[in-house]
């Protein structure tokens, strides 16, 4: 949900001359699981801090609670020099109900609550072109001229290897195998059980999910991320 003041003529030409002063967010966290680089909290706040500042906006952000204890409602803020705001929600299921937890998603949200609010974007932050599609293989040249009996294939060739049908895992597959990585890893990852899997991905995104074929491979990216934090801050926790 979107609010605002009853004007916002001021903060909107302030957060125009803020964004164009806004360099993009740089990528400092590795992703070991799905071997990609992300921007953090910090990163984002050190691209957009000083921007807003110079013209007179400031960000607060804040937790409301939950009625039903299933979810975060994390509240992003822009306040004015004039006293004209914008303010916006974002609403984050929980998984699991311990500190380690609610603070993983805490965070996730800020950075994505924070990111929407004033249009910040990471380096090289292309979906597509981080989508690692597999090259599609070469097409061979048709041999001219007849056949004889040294290029006609031997019976050897001619029967079929037992491997031959067998089906080349897409980018999609790996990025999926290494979620089930971070999910179900014991000491590495959150530790859940195959069956909790899709359910984990379906409160991540907040919609109903049947099989991994309703999913994109950004999605599951946005899966491992947020799973990753939530490893961060149990092992931070445990520490």
Known sequence: MIRQSETIGAIAGALAKAQAEMKSAKKNQDNPYFKS?????????????EPLTKNGIAVFQGI??????????????????SGEWLSSSLRMPLLK?????????ITY???????AAIGLA????????GMAR?????????????????????????TKSPNATAKTPTAKDL?????????????QGLGLEKSEVLTYVKNVLGRDVSGFADVT???????????????????????
């Open 64 to 81: 409301e609670d939950s009625i039903d204890g299933e979810s975060v409602t994390l509240n992003t803020m822009l306040l004015h020099s």
């Open 217 to 239: 491979e950004e999605e599951i990216r946005l899966v491992g991320i947020t799973a990753q934090d939530e490893v961060k801050h149990n092992k931070a926790g445990a520490a």
């Open 97 to 105: 109900k311990d500190p380690q937890a609610v603070g993983s998603v």
């Open 175 to 187: 990025l999926i195998k290494r979620l089930y990585y971070v999910l179900c890893n014991k000491e």
């Open 134 to 158: 597999p090259a599609s293989p070469p097409v061979p040249k048709s041999q001219s001229g007849p056949r004889t009996a040294s290029s006609a294939p031997s019976k050897t060739q001619q």
């Open 37 to 49: 680089v992300y921007a953090d909290l910090a990163s984002c706040y050190e691209a957009c801090r």
């Open 122 to 129: 990471s380096e090289d932050d292309d979906a597509e072109g």
């Open 109 to 115: 949200a800020r950075r994505y609550g924070l990111c």
